[in-house]
């Protein structure tokens, strides 16, 4: 799947908390993607990174959730830019940690942190679409309960799909980290799953780095934070 640039309007711009921004993006001629994978901002010589939040379902649209904050000058510019234009310019798709790379076989753990969820989002959403029988678990951990920002959308999938469970673990209430948590969890079969890693690139080493010490091999981990790493 070759990259494409293209167009696309400003939907809709809508908080989700304080202090994170669900962007709804409607491009003048859809690229496909897959569940997972992220797209570009052209901002003149600035490339700003964001995951796809939504699946691929028939939309032909891209959802973005951003944390927004007055001290990060590219997203100042961004909301500027936005404002005054009512579109922008994207290239897409990149990133190969989807669900077509896992094993169709095998159960699955997803490990978020704060915006990190937003992949996970259009995973999950795809798994749900298609009722995947493979059973999926979250481990979704953040800084503040703000930061849990689709709580009672991930609460509600928890409550209607049995396949699925939800653990949420708030970094200021406990020292124990999600890698910590997943390996507590399924310390007698932790060797059956395969894991995606989520958010900020210093949590998705920190995470691989104890899991793997931990027995966890790391061909069951998948995260494009990886390929950036190498480069």
Request: with cysteine.
């Amino acid at each position: 799947m070759s990259e494409e640039t293209v167009l696309a309007q400003v939907k809709k711009v809508s908080p989700l908390t304080d202090s994170i921004v669900r962007l709804v993006l409607a491009p003048e001629h859809f690229v496909s993607y897959q569940a997972g994978q992220y797209l570009q901002i052209l901002l003149g010589a600035e490339v700003l990174n964001f995951s796809i939040a939504n699946a691929p379902l028939g939309t032909h649209e891209y959802e973005l959730h951003i944390r927004h904050s007055r001290n990060n000058p590219y997203h100042q510019h961004l909301f500027t830019h936005i404002k005054e234009q009512g579109n922008v310019s994207l290239r897409l798709p990149f990133g190969e940690c989807t669900l077509e790379r896992l094993d169709p076989q095998r159960p699955i753990i997803f490990i978020a942190a704060g915006t990190g969820f937003a992949p996970v989002n259009g995973m999950i959403e795809q798994l749900l679409a298609f009722d995947d029988p493979r059973p999926f678990e979250l481990f979704w951990g953040a800084r503040s309960q703000g930061d849990f920002y689709l709580d009672a959308k991930v609460k509600s999938w928890e409550d209607h799909v049995l396949r699925f469970k939800y653990c949420s673990l708030l970094s200021v209430e406990s020292k124990e980290s999600l890698a910590a948590l997943v390996l507590r969890k399924h310390a007698r079969d932790i060797e059956d799953w395969q894991m995606v890693i989520s958010g900020p690139f210093d949590m998705v080493y920190s995470t691989r780095d104890t899991l793997v010490n931990n027995g966890v091999s790391a061909a069951s981990l998948f995260s494009d934070a990886f390929s950036f790493e190498s480069k």
